[in-house]
């Protein structure tokens, strides 16, 4: 079974950092990201790595700030969060997909984890 197991969050002070954790089991993704989504906003895409050829990308409002990371050994995505802002308040999800045998896109979210910037 596919699983993506997030941990991390919390709360945090304005320019405070906090580094987000997410745990995959049951398959090695080459692409992993980072999602979030604040109340009343749509999810948007915060971060990914690949790692056949290690590449990241980041959304332009996180870039200088946010780091994504992984350790291929351990399956797992980091995502360490600097100078933490109060708009970076939301819920943050650990996201991944694979082709399955047919070519169907399977998707994989985590269950997500709080991080709230206080000002």
């Known amino acids: 079974q596919v699983q993506l197991v997030e941990s991390g969050g919390g709360l945090v002070q304005s320019g405070g950092s906090l580094r987000l954790s997410c745990a995959a089991s049951?398959?090695?993704?080459?692409?992993m990201s980072w999602f979030r989504q604040a109340p009343g906003k749509e999810r948007e895409l915060v971060a990914s790595i690949t790692s056949a050829v290690v590449r990241t990308n980041y959304a332009d409002s996180v870039k200088g700030r946010f780091t994504i990371s992984r350790d291929n050994a351990k399956n797992t995505v980091y995502l360490q969060m600097n100078s933490l802002k109060p708009e970076d308040t939301a819920v943050y999800y650990c996201?991944?997909?694979?082709?399955?045998?047919?070519?169907?896109?399977?998707?994989?979210w985590g269950q997500g984890t709080q991080v709230t910037v206080t000002s």
């Open positions: 049951g398959f090695t993704f080459s692409t």
């Open positions: 996201y991944a997909n694979r082709r399955n045998f047919y070519g169907v896109t399977l998707d994989y």
